[in-house]
Nanobody
Framework: QVQLVESGGGLVQAGGSLRLSCAASGIIFIINDMGWYRQAPGKQRELVAINTSDGRRNYADSVKGRFTISRDNGKKTVYLQMNSLKPEDTAVYYC?????????WGQGTQVTVSS
């Protein structure tokens, strides 16, 4: 059974930083593409960043230069370092594991950035 457990969300002032973590179990972590998505109230879920199994990293334009995704295959954990946070980054952040047509989601962690 696949489990993705996010942590690290919270309330932060604009300009601050947070680091999200997502611990995975029940999957062969090293062969999965790991991503972070977010969903703000009234908006669709959107891709924030992805770290592929072969080490490539891609980011949404809105977070380039501010967010960094990384993964520790030994710990089966993916991270999202978020710096220079803006109020528009406020959302529920979800971890995703994908391999071919198989996709799994975490329960989400709330990030709130106050102005």
């Amino acid at each position: 059974q696949v489990q993705l457990v996010e942590s690290g969300g919270g309330l932060v002032q604009a300009g601050g930083s947070l680091r999200l973590s997502c611990a995975a179990s029940g999957i062969i972590f090293i062969i999965n593409d790991m991503g972070w998505y977010r969903q703000a109230p009234g908006k669709q879920r959107e891709l924030v960043a992805i770290n592929t199994s072969d080490g490539r990293r891609n980011y949404a334009d809105s977070v380039k230069g501010r967010f960094t995704i990384s993964r520790d295959n030994g710990k089966k954990t993916v991270y999202l370092q978020m710096n220079s946070l803006k109020p528009e980054d406020t959302a529920v952040y979800y971890c995703n594991a994908r391999r071919g047509s198989s996709s799994s989601w975490g329960q989400g962690t709330q990030v709130t950035v106050s102005s």
